[in-house]
């Protein structure tokens, strides 16, 4: 009796050379091409090293892990294991990070006499990596105010762990610490990807080169966008959807954009700013001020405003 024919297993390979048949040759070379001559990414015939997200995100995870152990690492460590676990962690992390370092200076550099120095990439690396270490107890006291605000402004939250393990604004707000020191340490890619890392993870887009004050606090979260020259102060509030933007960008005789420029607001201590809120431009919101829910404001306001839909400002038009 014959055997059964077996039908083609969907998405299988056909059985010809599908090398040849795609002409594979000439669409790698193309590729090629567009790199080299596009792109730009290749240097002297060879390419630089990118950092690595995916260890990026290893790093995040191992400090996340050093600062809070017991929520981020290990929920059984007691007073005798706790710091050896801290320190296991951190020294694994630093390793990590310290390369990554490394590739981003390595990457990021313009001046090819230092880019293809090994050893001063190395030693600003190691550098850069020792003052972020030191730093971190720094850090893990102003996410504690982070964290004690959050308590504070939210009459849902039940714990402080509650708040840590469950928050999206609160998870957001520590991974834009750990990335605002590198940014301010000089390395500036990773930091990027750091605060990328935590907009994919909680919807939150913060840059790194936003200054925030202690006890910073967005609830919900969602859709909260914060750009790279916002000044926040301390006991600020932030809900979901609110953006902190820039108005206008003003371009070289080229046409490209002038980098660098103060662009975005700077909020005082004490404001609150509701759902749905669009600030733009280099605009300063007032101590203590209240911004009501979808407000779209160009212009700055003074202390202990409360601005909300049905406000007129003067002004001109934008």
Known sequence: MPSPSIPPVSGTAPAADTATSWDLASVVQALRVSREEQHKIRYKGRIRELPSRKVMKQVLDGCLAALFPTHYGQAELDDHSIDFFVGQRLND????????????????????????????????????????????????????????????????????????????????????????????????????MLADIAHARTGIDIHPG????????????????????????????????????????????DGSLVKGLARHPVVEDDVVIYAGATVLGRVTIGQGSIIGGNVWLTHSVPPNSNVSQAQTLSGPCD
Not at 99 to 124: C, M, N, P, Y
Not at 223 to 249: D, M, N, P
């Open 210 to 253: 936003a200054r925030i004050g202690r006890s910073f606090f967005i609830d919900h979260g969602t859709g909260v966008v914060i750009g790279q020259t916002a000044i926040i102060g301390e006991r600020v509030r932030l809900y979901q959807h609110v953006t902190l933007g820039a108005k206008r960008f003003p371009m070289e005789e």
């Open 93 to 192: 992390t630093l390793h990590l990070l310290q390369e990554q370092v490394r590739r981003g200076l390595h990457f990021s550099a313009h001046d090819s006499e230092v880019e293809t120095d090994v050893q001063i990439l190395q030693a600003r690396a190691a550098q850069i990596t020792a003052q972020f270490a030191q730093g971190l107890p720094q850090v893990r006291a102003v996410v504690v105010s982070d964290l004690q605000a959050a308590y504070q402004g939210d009459p849902a939250a039940t714990s402080i762990s509650e708040i840590l393990l469950c928050y999206p604004g609160v998870a957001a707000i520590i991974c834009h610490r750990l990335a605002h020191a590198l940014y301010g340490l000089g390395s500036p890619f990773l930091a990027r």
